[in-house]
């Protein structure tokens, strides 16, 4: 029991979430990984960008997969979704804004 109520009336069934979980951050790290290489890698020939995208797209996935840890341990899965596709929307924001300027500091 948390906070006096039992949140196990209130989640969704653990496999449920875990393959939630996983629909997101494979979902995102998919489309994601697309888009920045089209964006920095391919579209601009910038083959120096292409070390830097599959960085990325690792690390917000990680990201995304750490914090559904975290807040499923420390909260619940439901808490654990929510923060999740939080975490993983402004890991990509926050990829596509670096790259975007180490694209311009790598170019031309």
């Known amino acids: 029991m948390r906070n006096g109520s039992d949140s196990r009336q209130t989640d969704p069934a653990p496999i449920v979430s875990v393959v939630a979980i996983a629909l997101i951050v494979l ?27 599959n960085g990325a797209a690792l690390a917000v996935a990680a990201l995304g997969l750490s914090v559904a840890a975290f807040a499923w341990r420390f909260g619940s899965a439901s808490a654990a979704l929510k923060w999740t596709a939080i975490a993983t929307a402004i890991g990509w924001a926050v990829v596509i804004a670096v790259e975007f300027v180490l694209s311009f500091s790598l170019g031309a």
Request: no cysteine; aromatic share 18%.
């Open 27 to 53: 979902a995102a790290a998919g489309v994601g990984f697309l888009l920045t290489t089209f964006l920095f890698a391919f579209s601009s020939g910038q083959f120096r960008m292409v070390a830097i995208v």
